[in-house]
Nanobody
Framework: QVQVVESGGGLVQPGGSLTLSCTVS????????IGWFRQASGKEHEFVAA????????NYASSVKGRFTISREYAKNTVYVQMNSLEPEDTAVYYC????????????????WGQGTQVTVSS
């Protein structure tokens, strides 16, 4: 049984930073790529970033490239996304997904999802 649990969301001022964590228990039997997606109120899920568990290759959405950094920690089965220079447009529920076939996978290709964590960027 694969479980995905996110943490680290909260309220931050514009220009601030926040780190989200995603811990995966029970390794998927397929490729083990981890992706972050976000969903703002009234909008569709949007890809944020992804990382290959083996090798560490990364992929970022153009809207976050240069501001967000995704990384993984083997010992803790955890993936992090460090978010810097946050903007009000980054406000959304952030979801972690596991088991994607590649770091370019669409959201419907990830079988395992967390419950989401709210990030609010506001003064």
């Amino acid at each position: 049984q694969v479980q995905v649990v996110e943490s680290g969301g909260g309220l931050v001022q514009p220009g601030g930073s926040l780190t989200l964590s995603c811990t995966v228990s029970g390794r998927p039997s397929r490729n083990y790529e981890i992706g972050w997606f976000r969903q703002a109120s009234g909008k569709e899920h949007e890809f944020v970033a992804a990382i290959a568990w083996t090798g560490g290759a990364t992929n970022y959405a153009s809207s976050v490239k240069g501001r967000f950094t995704i990384s993984r920690e083997y010992a803790k089965n955890t993936v992090y996304v460090q978010m810097n220079s946050l903007e009000p447009e980054d406000t959304a529920v952030y979801y972690c997904a596991a088991g994607g076939p590649s770091i370019y996978a669409r959201k419907d290709e990830y079988p395992y999802w967390g419950q989401g964590t709210q990030v609010t960027v506001s003064s």
